[in-house]
Nanobody, 121 residues
Framework: QVQLVETGGGLVQAGGSLRLSCAAS??????MGWFRQAPGKEREFVAG????????DYADSVKGRFTISRDNGKNTVYLQMNRLKPEDTAVYYC????????????????WGQGTQVTVSS
């Protein structure tokens, strides 16, 4: 069993930055992903990272602006978000999977409760 808790969301102006954290407890030998869900929209993939951090993947919409990383000593995964845009506004979720299919939502076994990110124009 894995428990995931996201923190770091908030309100930021367009062009600003935020760093989200996802603290994991329990078994942590998992690949991790970040997803987001805006009101009225489906949950979408943002970024994924392998267990040892050697492999990452990003949605085209965030590539070059967001960076996913992890510190296994702290059992924490991060999402550094730079040059934020109003369209990045959403609830951001972290998730864990034992497979290596970062973009496929249903492959994830565990989910956090989400943290709200709001980007004002």
């Amino acid at each position: 069993q894995v428990q995931l808790v996201e923190t770091g969301g908030g309100l930021v102006q367009a062009g600003g930055s935020l760093r989200l954290s996802c603290a994991a407890s329990g078994r942590t030998f998992y690949q991790m992903g970040w997803f987001r869900q805006a009101p009225g929209k489906e949950r979408e993939f943002v970024a994924g990272i392998s267990w040892i951090g050697s492999s990452t993947d990003y949605a085209d919409s965030v590539k070059g602006r967001f960076t996913i990383s992890r510190d296994n000593g702290k059992n924490t995964v991060y999402l550094q978000m730079n040059r934020l845009k109003p369209e990045d506004t959403a609830v951001y979720y972290c998730a864990a999977q034992s497979a290596y299919v970062y973009r496929r939502l249903r492959e994830y076994d565990y989910w956090g409760q989400g943290t709200q990110v709001t980007v004002s124009s």
